[in-house]
């Protein structure tokens, strides 16, 4: 169900075994401790384990290590629950963790969400609900499973990251969040009679965002613009959050080198050459207050960036991204050219669906994790899966 690793060693903390790819044949069994080696042929699209002492497998279209009885299947020492599936494509292998829903969120919740106190609960099962949501819309999703290979078998059903939710197996789990989890077992929003897509992200800023503020999606009726702000004060839920201020500044150098490197994937840029950015700034913003588009000139043009985008192109080469889309534009200039630009911005995500650091917030305030979910998804209610 999440992919774990590339191509890492495969162990157990007790005996287990390798079965063919049908997941029925046996192949060999293994000792508790032991760390198999995995190899792919080349050429060929076959893999097979290889033991320490060098005895390997025959090679297979793909191998399945299983753990006996309670113990934990391992990937570089990292101990997971369930099984592990290997594959073999052209650029490597695919190891994929195949586990059932409820024991994958128990890995999920706690990197989600951080180590939590006990009056972050409502928050935690919020984040349990939400995940839930989440990994059953793409459970019933029949797109192929490996990633740049159209047409090929479906493999997984999510990443172990961001590109979906973040999970780190059985090591990250902790007992409130397992707790969370279990408390709100199979259960999940509902909208119209169906499971929704719940995205969440980190800390909004102030108010949350729809979905066309970011990306090239149409909207949904319960993901709408919510506020965040306590009552009539001052303050907003999510204002303990690490980034509900930020500041970052590039150099001029910086930000030349930023959109050399990554300006073209993500407007035309004749020659792939943008030159020097002699003006940048805001042009308009979304109903919400994120940036809608910014405009970066150049002798080259005027470069439009647009919605979560420009949180990839403003950014060290190499670096972490934008925190997100809402912020103000500081630019200095010198002989013509942008000498530095200071971007003061607030959240850290997208901003669309439930805040975390909101939730967590609400959850200090004595709401419950239905009242956070309604909130943040707007018409929607919490059920069982089974109800849809």
Not at 70 to 92: C, M
């Amino acid at each position: 169900m999440a992919l774990v690793g590339a191509s890492p060693r495969i162990g157990a903390t007790g005996e287990f075994r390798w079965f063919e790819g049908d997941g029925r044949t046996f192949v060999v069994r293994g000792r508790g401790g032991e760390q198999w080696r995995l190899e792919r042929e080349r050429p060929g699209a076959r893999v097979r384990a290889v033991r320490p002492d060098g005895v390997a497998t025959a090679w297979q279209r793909a191998l399945i290590a299983r753990v006996n009885n309670d113990g934990f299947i391992t990937a570089d020492g990292k101990r997971y629950r369930g099984e592990l599936a290997v594959f073999p494509f052209d650029s490597g292998l695919v190891v994929v963790n195949r586990l059932g829903v409820e024991e994958y969120l128990r890995g999920v919740v706690p990197l989600e969400m951080g180590s939590r106190p006990r009056t972050d609960t409502a928050a935690l099962q919020a984040q349990a609900v939400a995940s839930r949501s989440y990994v059953y819309v793409r459970l019933a999703d029949a797109a192929p499973g490996a990633p740049g290979t159209p047409g090929a078998p479906r493999i997984f059903d999510v990443r172990a990251s961001t590109l979906d939710q973040v999970y780190g197996g059985a090591d990250v789990e902790n007992d409130l969040a397992s707790a969370s989890v279990e408390a709100t077992r199979g259960l999940v929003i509902h909208f119209g009679g169906r499971v929704v897509d719940a995205p969440f992200h980190s800390t909004c800023g102030g108010s949350t965002a729809e979905p066309n503020e970011l990306w090239r999606t149409p909207g949904a009726p319960y993901l709408q613009r919510v506020s965040d702000r306590i009552g009539r004060s001052e303050r907003y839920y999510c204002d303990i959050a690490p980034r509900f201020r930020w500041t970052r500044t590039l150099s001029g150098s910086q930000l030349n080198a930023a959109i050399r490197q990554y300006l073209a994937q993500y407007a035309s840029v004749p020659g792939g050459r943008p030159g020097a950015a002699h003006v940048i700034g805001v042009r308009d913003r979304t109903a919400s207050g994120r940036v809608a588009t910014l405009d970066v000139e150049t002798e080259r043009g005027i470069f439009a960036l647009r919605g979560d985008d420009m949180r990839y192109v403003l950014r060290e080469p190499g670096g972490e991204i934008l925190f997100s889309t809402y912020f103000s534009v500081e630019p200095e200039y010198r002989a013509g050219l942008v000498s530095r630009v200071t971007f003061r911005g607030q959240g850290n995500g997208h901003g669309v669906g439930m805040c975390q650091w909101g939730a967590i917030g609400r959850a200090r305030a004595g709401q419950s994790f239905r009242s956070i979910l309604g909130t943040y998804y707007p018409g929607t209610i919490v059920g069982p899966v089974s109800a849809q």
